[in-house]
T-cell receptor, first 116, second 112 residues
Framework: AQSVSQHNHHVILSEAASLELGCNYS??????LFWYVQYPGQHLQLLLK??????LVKGIKGFEAEFIKSKFSFNLRKPSVQWSDTAEYFC??????????????FGTGTRLQVTL | DGGITQSPKYLFRKEGQNVTLSCEQN?????MYWYRQDPGQGLRLIYY???????QKGDIAEGYSVSREKKESFPLTVTSAQKNPTAFYLC???????????FGSGTRLTVV
């Protein structure tokens, strides 16, 4: 079965520190990859996505992620976090071209806390 | 503005009662989904529907039921058979393509 692993459950960083959140998936075929963010009390929002092409994708608010196919990874990065980045971050994977409804499998999430 | 509306935002029910959570979208999306979010467990798929009058079980369908009589609506019923119903429930929709989802704001169900 397809699974998504986020090994960092809770990360605490000071403002201006660099961020990298890990995401690994188990499916061996072609995948679409996503990072979602859930700010306190708000909807889940799409941060960035990868379908094909350049494995380094840029999203909103200065976030980027790199797809490394050989490592089955899609790690999220930001060079300098802000207090407003405090949120929960979810990695998600979808099998490409299944001909069925797009079903995303989510990781367990990483809670990021940025301190002033 | 197009989006997904989930209601109510908070719901309290007594143990043993069935309860229905509403999800409506005006995005003209074909597919709709119900996820359950629990601390430390991420989002787990309950049911999903590709088209009207068709739906499939997700990973944790036991104790839940759905209907899809209209494209815009995908209500979820939490039955008394669900052993641990207290959770945050998220509805989402997508176009019929491997694209991302649009999420609703969620319903927090507490069973006492």
């Amino acid at each position: 079965a397809q699974s998504v692993s986020q090994h960092n459950h809770h990360v605490i960083l000071s403002e201006a520190a660099s961020l990298e959140l890990g995401c690994n998936y188990s499916y061996g075929g072609t995948v679409n990859l996503f990072w979602y963010v859930q700010y306190p009390g708000q909807h889940l929002q799409l941060l960035l996505k990868y379908f094909s092409g350049d494995p380094l994708v840029k999203g909103i608010k200065g976030f980027e992620a790199e797809f490394i196919k050989s490592k089955f990874s899609f790690n999220l990065r930001k060079p300098s976090v802000q207090w407003s980045d405090t949120a929960e971050y979810f990695c998600a994977v979808n099998r490409y071209g299944t001909g069925t409804a797009s079903k995303l499998t989510f990781g367990t999430g990483t809670r990021l806390q940025v301190t002033l | 503005d197009g989006g997904i509306t989930q209601s109510p935002k908070y719901l309290f029910r007594k143990e043993g009662q069935n309860v229905t959570l509403s999800c409506e979208q005006n995005l003209n999306h074909d597919a709709m989904y119900w996820y359950r979010q629990d601390p430390g467990q991420g989002l787990r798929l309950i049911y999903y529907s590709q088209i009207v009058n068709d739906f499939q079980k997700g990973d944790i369908a036991e104790g839940y039921s759905v209907s899809r009589e209209k494209k815009e609506s995908f209500p979820l019923t939490v039955t008394s058979a669900q052993k641990n119903p207290t959770a945050f429930y998220l509805c989402a929709s997508s176009r019929d393509s491997p694209d991302g989802y649009t999420f609703g704001s969620g319903t927090r169900l507490t069973v006492v």
